[in-house]
T-cell receptor
Framework: GEDVEQSLFLSVREGDSSVINCTYT??????LYWYKQEPGAGLQLLTYIFSNMDMKQDQRLTVLLNKKDKHLSLRIADTQTGDSAIYFCAERRGTALIFGKGTTLSVSS | DGGITQSPKYLFRKEGQNVTLSCEQN?????MYWYRQDPGQGLRLIYYSQIVNDFQKGDIAEGYSVSREKKESFPLTVTSAQKNPTAFYLC??????????FGSGTRLTVV
């Protein structure tokens, strides 16, 4: 199948906002997800958005969905050093989740 | 607390050996999944199971086998036919619409 695309790296300074972008493939996907992975660990679900929504906000996290362009973004406000991790977007395709390759976020103090 | 447990955390395999990775969940999730993670490759789906005694191949099933005899358990066997098994293996379980819960992973190394 086609790939879910993400940029591979993002570097920001502590206190700045981070925006991680993702392009998905299936316009009929009902749910889209953002996961966080810290070194040597499994994936932690950060947030998800239903396809009939344009935006979802959860504390420092804002998810924007552009269905026309099949574009998903995750904005992290006031980025902290503890936010340094790999971030994966995923779309539901059939009964399984298909993941992008992940964006490594590096936060410098 | 409910969760999903993978064991062992680290596993070493000699060439030609079969090894089995354990995955157990007490979340009462119907569906369970195995993914393989390689550096720069993201997660690739190996096998998944939506109900007991039923499972389907994912994108990279060759050299792997699974069973689903109990709802709570979904072990993955890496067979000698898998030519490049060194990777980080992640198990997940889920219900439709709620995303997955992941285990903490097993790192398999061929020695």
């Amino acid at each position: 199948g086609e790939d879910v695309e993400q940029s591979l790296f993002l570097s920001v300074r502590e206190g700045d906002s981070s925006v991680i972008n993702c392009t998905y493939t299936d316009s009929s996907s009902t749910y889209l997800y953002w996961y966080k992975q810290e070194p040597g660990a499994g994936l932690q679900l950060l947030t998800y958005i239903f396809s009939n929504m344009d935006m979802k906000q959860d504390q420092r996290l804002t998810v924007l969905l552009n269905k026309k362009d099949k574009h998903l973004s995750l904005r992290i406000a006031d980025t902290q050093t503890g936010d340094s991790a790999i971030y994966f977007c995923a779309e539901r395709r059939g009964t399984a989740l298909i993941f992008g390759k992940g964006t490594t976020l590096s936060v410098s103090s | 607390d409910g969760g999903i447990t993978q064991s062992p955390k680290y596993l070493f395999r000699k060439e030609g050996q079969n090894v089995t990775l354990s995955c157990e969940q007490n979340l009462n999730h119907d569906a369970m999944y195995w993914y393989r993670q390689d550096p720069g490759q993201g997660l690739r789906l190996i096998y998944y199971s939506q109900i007991v005694n039923d499972f389907q191949k994912g994108d990279i099933a060759e050299g792997y086998s699974v069973s689903r005899e109990k709802k709570e358990s979904f072990p993955l066997t890496v067979t000698s036919a898998q030519k490049n098994p060194t990777a980080f293996y992640l198990c997940a379980s889920g219900m439709r619409g709620t995303g997955y819960t992941f285990g903490s992973g097993t790192r398999l190394t061929v020695v």
